[in-house]
């Protein structure tokens, strides 16, 4: 199937990610690791273990920063 002329083709669907690792995490947020495993330890930050791997839901990062915007502070 080809797109007329003159139309714009369609934006690639994009999801967020289910769950992100410790050092895309701190990407994401611009929150240093150690500062990162504080709020995991504290219960801010939700985390999932498969096997050796310790996975943060995406929704957790997201709420976090939401937390933070709405002045609740970290």
Same mark, same amino acid.
């Given at each position: 199937? #080809?797109?007329?002329?003159? %139309?714009?083709?369609? &934006?690639?669907?994009?999801?967020?990610? $289910?769950?992100?690792? +410790?050092? &895309? /995490?701190?990407? *994401?947020?611009?929150?240093?690791? #150690?500062? !990162?495993?504080? *709020? +995991? /330890?504290?219960? #801010?930050?939700? @985390?999932?273990?498969?096997?050796?791997?310790? !996975? +943060?839901?995406? &929704? #957790? $990062?997201? %709420? !976090? @920063?939401? /937390?933070?915007? &709405?002045?609740?502070? !970290?």
């Amino acid at each position: 199937m #080809s797109i007329p002329s003159g %139309q714009a083709k369609p &934006e690639p669907y994009r999801t967020d990610p $289910l769950t992100v690792r +410790i050092p &895309e /995490a701190c990407r *994401l947020t611009g929150i240093g690791r #150690s500062k !990162l495993y504080e *709020l +995991i /330890a504290e219960g #801010s930050i939700e @985390i999932v273990k498969v096997g050796g791997m310790t !996975l +943060i839901p995406f &929704e #957790s $990062l997201k %709420q !976090l @920063i939401a /937390a933070g915007r &709405e002045g609740h502070g !970290l």
